[in-house]
């Protein structure tokens, strides 16, 4: 009983680096969602996905990328990684839209010096 | 400009007591609010929600107050547990527009003291 899985868990870039936070869920959930939370603040939207083939951008996109092939799989590209993008990434799947229940993946801590 | 505040970064309250958490909102389209609790190293797991169309929904030890003429909600525990201490987020939606976006406040860390 999986949910939603991201990897890796912890990851420390320097800047000028680019990587990808990987998410996958096995719930057949059409709506994906990255989000960033920075301490102290709330959970940011970064992009969002309603279907395969379909993304679009949330508050705080700036600085990433985002793909959905499959719909299991919803990786976040970080391109030139900069020290303003050091947060937590949590990646969520719903069956409805918004006003559903999101399911949370752990969490993907970055670092960037 | 924050449209869903927690103005209290932080309450604690004794096992047995009751926890109120606030949330307010300055959206009016706003229509559909939930609550969402955190462990530390952990995603956020959905807690409770309530449509504007109700002043009030009820889980267990868990309600949900909302007050539309206010913009505001609060989630009430009774009886709290030392399990509850946790960071609550509120969170809002709007239907209309064909938003698919969450958003939400800073958080309210509460410890419920043995």
């Not at chain 1, 996905?49 to 951008?57: E, F, L, M, Q, R």
């Not at chain 2, 559909?32 to 030890?61: M, V």
Request: net charge neutral; hydrophobic share 35%.
């Amino acid at each position: 009983n999986a949910g939603v899985t991201q990897t890796p868990k912890f990851r420390i870039l320097k800047i000028g680096q680019s990587m990808t936070l990987q998410c996958t869920q096995d719930m057949n959930h059409n709506y994906m969602y990255w989000y960033r939370q920075d301490p102290g603040m709330g959970l940011k939207l970064i992009y969002y996905s309603v279907g395969a083939g379909i993304t679009d951008k949330g508050e705080v996109p700036n600085g990433y990328n985002v793909s959905r092939s499959t719909t299991e799989d919803f990786p976040l590209r970080l391109e030139l990684a900069a020290p303003s993008q050091t947060s937590v990434y949590f990646c969520a799947s719903s069956y409805l839209r918004a006003t559903g229940e999101l399911f949370f993946g752990e969490g993907s801590r970055l670092t960037v010096l | 400009d924050q449209q869903v505040k927690q103005n209290s970064p932080s309450l604690s309250v004794q096992e047995g007591r009751i926890s109120i958490l606030n949330c307010d909102y300055t959206n009016s389209m706003f229509d559909y609010f939930l609550w969402y609790k955190k462990y530390p190293a952990e995603g956020p797991t959905f807690l409770i929600s309530i449509s504007s169309i109700k002043d009030k929904n009820e889980d267990g030890r868990f309600t949900v107050f909302l007050n539309k003429s206010a913009k505001h909600l609060s989630l009430h525990i009774v009886p709290s547990q030392p399990g509850d201490s946790a960071v609550y987020f509120c969170a809002a939606s709007a239907s209309e527009g064909g938003s698919e976006k969450l958003v939400f406040g800073k958080g309210t860390k509460l410890t419920v003291n043995p």
